[in-house]
């Protein structure tokens, strides 16, 4: 494969010095220790394995990172998939791990067994932090798919770029601020022609939807529009938590209020209050995970 680990145009890269931005806001340190990489050998994930290799010889980075590639057995090619990352992360160096898992579906159920399988991993080599390559163009999906069924604010904040996967692991994901573009564009630098997967653009499901009817068109309107509405999300992030402490002090954790009380509040707090209510009630869901 012959990657161009010691290329100036490659440790310069954008995508290697956003990577140790993002790693720094969602961490709070480059001190990392363990960390889990998912790498499926698409473009975002084979980017996000680039960039923590240029990023590791950095001064004050300390991290180790674990490449886990889950193997679904959905795809014909998936054994290609497989031998491509186990191939690149040993010219890198990089330990790299396949683990098998047979969902009877895809969807939420191979998500499910994915996130297990790292969560495994995690624990087993004693990383805190799981990461994934969620980039701009996927947050904007994200909250497209929100606005489109009525989400509240929380819903309309995005993927957080930190969430508690399990007990003492987190799972981030550093490259939210990234344009899809800029990952492949480390990739065709380093010299690597990454996996394709044709079902994340297969137009049957939502997002492969998304990406092609959608998408192209906010991106023609306003260039860069997914990279700007994933900066925002962390504004509506923060205003959500800050509605949500509101509701807490006003609501409690009751759900029997008087007509009186409830009208002395804000309609916004009002409201915020109520949809909270119905999701603790299980009638409703703000969250993305």
């Given at each position: ?230 900066g925002n999300a962390d504004l509506v ?53």
């Amino acid at each position: 494969m012959n990657v161009a680990t010691d290329d100036i145009a490659v440790k310069r890269h954008p995508v290697v010095t956003g990577l140790h931005r993002g790693l720094t806001s969602a961490c709070g340190t480059t001190a990392l220790g363990p960390m889990v990489l998912a790498v499926s050998g698409g473009g975002d994930s084979t980017a996000l394995l680039l960039a923590m290799d240029r990023m590791r010889g950095r001064s004050g980075v300390d991290v180790e990172p674990h490449v886990v590639h889950v193997h679904h057995h959905l795809r014909a090619e998936a054994d290609a998939d497989a031998e491509f990352v186990h191939s690149l992360c040993e010219e890198l160096g990089i330990g790299c791990e396949v683990i098998d898992v047979h969902p009877e579906r895809g969807g939420a159920e191979a998500r499910s067994l994915r996130y297990d399988a790292l969560l495994g991993t995690a624990r087993r080599v004693g990383a805190a932090w799981v990461a994934t390559a969620h980039h701009a163009e996927d947050q904007f999906e994200t909250i497209i798919a929100a606005l489109g069924r009525g989400a509240g604010p929380s819903g309309l904040s995005g993927m957080a770029p930190r969430r508690e996967l399990g007990d003492g692991v987190s799972l981030v994901r550093p490259l939210l601020q990234e344009a899809k573009a800029s990952l492949h564009s480390l990739c065709e630098t380093a010299g690597v022609a990454w996996r394709e997967d044709p079902t994340n653009v297969d137009p049957t499901t939502l997002r492969g939807r998304l990406r092609r009817d959608v998408l192209p068109v906010l991106e023609a309107l306003w260039p860069d529009a997914a990279r700007r509405v994933s900066g925002n999300a962390d504004l509506v992030r923060a205003a959500s938590e800050s509605l949500d402490a509101a509701a807490d002090e006003c609501f409690g954790g009751g759900r029997e209020w008087t007509r009186s009380s409830l009208r002395t509040l804000d309609r916004g707090l009002r409201l915020a209050g109520l949809r909270r209510a119905l999701r603790r009630a299980g009638l409703g869901s703000d969250g993305i995970d």
